[in-house]
């Protein structure tokens, strides 16, 4: 039988490593050696300027999800800031950026897999084969499994794969800096070899934003905190702080145990045996056996971990679509233990489509990069309209963010920074999907309704102008600071937009507020 609500069972390290999990997996395995290769050494400043502009995304959702701390809170936020149709197209956006996830875990850790079971994957081309698919499938069925337990269990599973995630990675930065580091190679081709686009280029192609978008795992179990007013932003503030820490490490001691004739060729051609990736790679040449058999355990254990974490996070998005109404119903029931089975199933069928066969990891994670940040990008927009339209003295802030119209006005800008870096290719697949979508929608609605008018046009008709912008100026705008300058512009141009249009319904907000606890009187 349903119950009526989900449990409060997250406490501050559980959702402190829930957070931890969804930024540990597969991205650290690669995006070294993929950010060295766009970046050079100047790919160590790639993961300071992608970790200060997820910090930015996790300031503002501080805020915001102390206010309203809802399970799969970010689309409560448009819908309590710009109405049901704001609310509608973000709830696709979120869609495609969490349940793509687990899959892409889980094609990981197959593919790591065909090393000690040849045939899972096609050795040219990195494409699971049918037994690879088969496999794949049966990994995403047993992440499903594991969500079956009730959300305590499932952060204790996740706590304990998340404590050898953490210990791995470290362990390689300091057994590689010890045994091998050779400081010339900052220096041999230059330390930025691709001078500046390569360094921010990095940050979206490299895989460092979809690294770090992990943080939001915290924002989605806001319903199941048992104190959000200290738990979240702990756990999101926390979390990002700790990965920056160690993922610049890993990219310091990449570059450092790199051998010359490694870069004989230029940094875009460094490459390493084994499909596991190049730490396990750096550790067989440097003599590491030790190392390197920890390494292809963690190339299946941190993946894993994290697609188990990000099923758990799926299932709420999908969870508080269909409580806010944009999606049936029966997604919106719990189990006994208060788990969204019929949630995570959706989560796994629509999952399954993502295991067609990938041009590649790093394209991959790219998009994901892409249509992750602008998911929470329009989060800095409701937080600077939050404060226009629910004064401080109605809705108190748990955690009131200091300056955040100039917090959320840059974390919207970095964020439209990482979509335009992302390139044109990316653009068009994201935007073109999100237009397909919103042109069956309103078909949909017109045929069932035999009109339009009812839709809240005027709390959402900015995404017009803001998604064709953005398009249009990754597509259009080049190269060099002319773009940089009107993407800047633009930025602005949207945010005044997006302000002039909220629409909040204020008996509705205090609804959610009351729900909480947040409101005595």
Not at 10 to 15: D, I, N, P, S, V
Not at 23 to 52: E, H, Q, R, V, Y
Not at 140 to 163: E, G, K, Q, Y
Request: proline share 6%; net charge positive; charged share 10%.
């Amino acid at each position: 039988m349903p119950t009526s609500g989900l449990r409060r069972d997250a406490g501050k390290f559980g959702l402190l490593f829930a957070s931890l999990g969804g930024m540990i997996g597969s991205g650290w395995l690669f995006s070294a050696m993929n950010a060295a290769k766009i970046a050079g050494p100047a790919s160590i400043i790639s993961w300071f300027i992608g970790g200060a502009a997820v910090l930015l995304l996790a300031f503002v959702y501080a805020e915001l999800t102390t206010m309203f701390p809802k399970p799969g809170a970010v689309i409560v936020f448009p819908k309590l800031c710009h109405g049901h149709l704001a609310a509608q197209i973000m709830s696709w956006v979120n869609f495609l950026a969490y349940v793509s996830v687990a899959p892409v875990e889980a094609v990981a850790v197959v593919s790591y897999t065909n090393n000690y079971l040849p045939g899972l994957v096609v050795p040219e081309t990195g494409v699971l084969t049918l037994p690879g698919m088969a496999a794949a499938a049966a990994l995403m069925a047993l992440f499903i499994v594991i969500n079956l337990l009730a959300i305590r269990l499932v952060l204790a599973v996740n706590n304990a794969i998340t404590w050898w995630k953490l210990a791995v990675p470290a362990l390689t930065v300091v057994a590689l800096m010890l045994v091998h580091f050779r400081a010339a190679n900052f220096t041999q081709f230059g330390f930025a070899p691709a001078g500046v686009n390569g360094m921010f280029g990095a940050v979206s192609g490299a895989g460092i934003i979809f690294t770090y978008l992990g943080f939001r795992q915290a924002i989605e179990l806001a319903g199941e905190s048992s104190d959000p007013k200290h738990n979240l932003p702990f756990a999101i503030v926390g979390s990002v702080l700790f990965c920056v820490l160690l993922y610049a490490g890993l990219q310091v001691a990449f570059i450092g145990a790199l051998d010359p004739a490694d870069l004989a060729h230029g940094w875009s051609h460094v490459n390493f045996p084994g499909i596991s990736g190049p730490f396990a790679g750096l550790a067989s040449l440097l003599g590491l056996s030790w190392l390197a058999v920890l390494l292809y355990a963690d190339a299946a254990i941190s993946p894993a971990g994290t697609g188990i974490i990000y099923s758990t996070t799926a299932a709420r998005v999908i969870y508080a679509s269909a409580q806010e109404g944009y999606l049936t119903r029966h997604f919106a029931t719990l189990s006994r233990a208060g788990v969204p089975v019929s949630s995570l199933v959706l989560s796994f069928v629509v999952g399954l489509l993502f295991l067609a066969p990938l041009p590649s990891w790093r394209l991959l994670v790219t998009y994901l990069s892409s249509i992750g940040v602008l998911a929470y990008g329009v989060g800095p927009l409701v937080l600077i309209s939050f404060r226009k339209i629910l004064p401080e003295v109605e809705f108190p802030r748990p955690f009131r963010l200091a300056y955040a119209p100039v917090f959320a006005t840059l974390a919207f800008m970095v964020a439209n920074f990482v979509v335009f870096w992302a390139g044109a290719s990316v653009a068009n697949h994201l935007f073109g999907g999100l237009g397909i979508a919103f042109v069956i929608y309103c078909a949909y609605q017109f045929a069932t309704r035999r009109t339009l008018a009812h839709l809240e046009w005027r709390g959402a008709w900015w995404f017009a102008p803001y998604f064709g912008g953005l398009w249009a100026i990754t597509v259009f705008g080049g190269t060099g600071w002319v773009p940089s300058v009107l993407l800047v512009v633009f930025s602005l141009i949207i945010i005044a937009l997006a302000r002039e249009a909220a629409m909040p319904d204020p008996v509705e907000a205090r609804a959610h507020f009351h729900d909480h606890g947040h409101i005595h009187t």
